[in-house]
């Protein structure tokens, strides 16, 4: 089956600066790809996704690429302020039938103001 | 709307006893799942239905049981608790299932078994 790694566990940037997270996967019938973010207690909420036919998405400061031959896709944060501070899980998926998510193990950001 | 809703929010059990997690949603959503996640571990998917009368396992399903009788609930069975099942279950719905898009996530039930 699926296995998702994501690296790193844990980041710590300076407010302003750039984050990047980066997940492989091992799958190559996998074709969709969220981020979801989860605040301390909270639920996870999606941020961004992206499908195998596309190469690069972004939304605002947020941006997804993604390298099929390499398998591996990777979170983009630009000008991080500190309400981005939270665990981001990337997860990869078939699209066909549910949606059965395999998580990778979250990277915790943390922005130093 | 409330969207996906859980109860309870917290729990303790004793090893061997039994309990229903229970999660309902009311977007008319067809695809249902049910997470695990441990603590700083990713989620993992422990059952998943899409649509009334259907369910499936998902990653980790030794220990739960499911039921989809209505369209807006999916409980979850716990029997025999142990201390392993010990983690924050969250239930999620999505509109297309496979077709993408945002699950949409309940705010959890934080299970300790002991």
């Known amino acids: 089956g699926e296995n998702v790694e994501q690296h790193p566990s844990t980041l710590s940037v300076q407010e302003g600066d750039s984050a990047v997270i980066k997940c492989t996967y091992s799958?190559?019938?996998?074709?969709?790809f969220p981020w979801y973010k989860q605040e301390l207690g909270k639920r996870p909420q999606l941020i961004i996704d992206?499908?195998?036919?596309?190469g690069e998405k972004k939304d605002q400061r947020i941006a997804v690429t993604l390298n099929k031959t390499a398998k591996h896709f990777s979170l983009h944060i630009t000008e991080t302020q500190p309400e981005d501070s939270a665990v981001y899980f990337c997860a990869a998926s078939i699209l066909s039938g549910a949606q059965k998510l395999v998580f990778g193990q979250g990277t915790r950001l943390t922005i130093n103001p | 709307n409330a969207g996906v809703t859980q109860t309870p929010k917290f729990r303790i059990l004793k090893i061997g006893q039994s309990m229903t997690l229970q999660c309902a949603q009311d977007?008319?959503?067809?695809?249902m799942y049910w997470y695990r996640q441990d603590p700083g571990m990713g989620l993992k998917l422990i059952y998943y239905?899409?649509?009334?009368?259907i369910t499936d396992k998902g990653e980790v399903p030794n220990g739960y049981n499911v039921s989809r009788s209505t369209t807006e609930d999916f409980p979850l069975r716990l029997e025999l608790a142990a201390p392993s099942q010990t983690s924050v279950y969250f239930c999620a719905s999505n509109e297309w299932g496979g077709g993408g898009g945002e699950q949409y996530f309940g705010p959890g039930t934080r299970l300790t078994v002991t």
């Open positions: 977007m008319n959503h067809n695809y």
């Open positions: 992206i499908r195998s036919n596309v």
């Open positions: 239905s899409v649509g009334a009368g």
């Open positions: 799958d190559s019938a996998s074709n969709y």
